[in-house]
Each structure stands twice: as C-alpha cells, then as structure tokens.
C-alpha cells in the first residue's frame, strides 16, 4: 500500500521560507517522476513542480525561480524548498507520484498534506 506522508508546513512572513518534506513508502521511488500540488479551499488542486527519476525538474510559472524540489533515493523522500513567499502561496500542500502518460495526473490516494500559511 502506497503511503505519503508530507511534513514541514506552518507559518511564515511573506518573502520568508519553509522546507517540505514527502516520505513515500510502498512504491518504487526510484522509478517514479514525484510531484508537489497545492490546494486551497473552493479551488481545485494544482500542480506546482515536478522530478524526475533522472532529477529533472519542472515547475509551475507561479513558482518558478522561487521554489526547488529535490529527491533523496535513499530516503524515498522527496523535498520542497520554497523561497519569497507569497500570501498566494498559502495552501495546504501534498505530494504524490505522477501517473505514466500523463503531465501531473497524481497516481495514487492523497495524503493529509501540510499547510502552509503565509501572511503579509
């Protein structure tokens, strides 16, 4: 059974910044391209940055040259580090593995994710 249990949110200023943090266990990490969303209320989830297996990453407009996601194969963890945040970045955030064949599609049940509240 697949598990992702994603740490690391709170509060912060705006242009300050937190680390996530995303075990996953039950899946082959290694081989999987694992993603960040992000989900605020009355909104649909959205994704926010993406890795690969080889490391490549990709990122949302809204986050790019602000946020850098990271990977531990050892550790099957996968990271967020967000810089200069935003108020509109304040969101409960989750990970997930990307489906095959598809851009963001999250493979497998959500976690509880974490929030992250950003005041201004």
């Known amino acids: 059974q697949v598990q992702l249990v994603e740490s690391g949110g709170g509060l912060v200023q705006a242009g300050g910044s937190l680390r996530l943090s995303c075990a996953a266990s039950?899946?082959?990490?290694?081989?999987?391209?694992m993603a960040w969303y992000r989900q605020t209320p009355g909104k649909e989830r959205e994704a926010v940055a993406r890795?690969?297996?080889?490391?490549?990453?990709n990122y949302a407009d809204s986050v790019k040259g602000r946020f850098a996601i990271s990977r531990d194969g050892a550790k099957k963890t996968v990271y967020l580090q967000m810089n200069i945040l935003k108020p509109e970045d304040t969101a409960v955030y989750y990970c997930?593995?990307?489906?095959?064949?598809?851009?963001?599609?999250?493979?497998?049940?959500w976690g509880q994710g974490t929030q992250v509240t950003v005041s201004s």
């Open positions: 039950g899946l082959s990490f290694s081989l999987n391209t």
């Open positions: 890795i690969t297996p080889g490391n490549t990453p």
């Open positions: 997930n593995s990307v489906r095959p064949l598809s851009a963001w599609e999250g493979a497998y049940d």
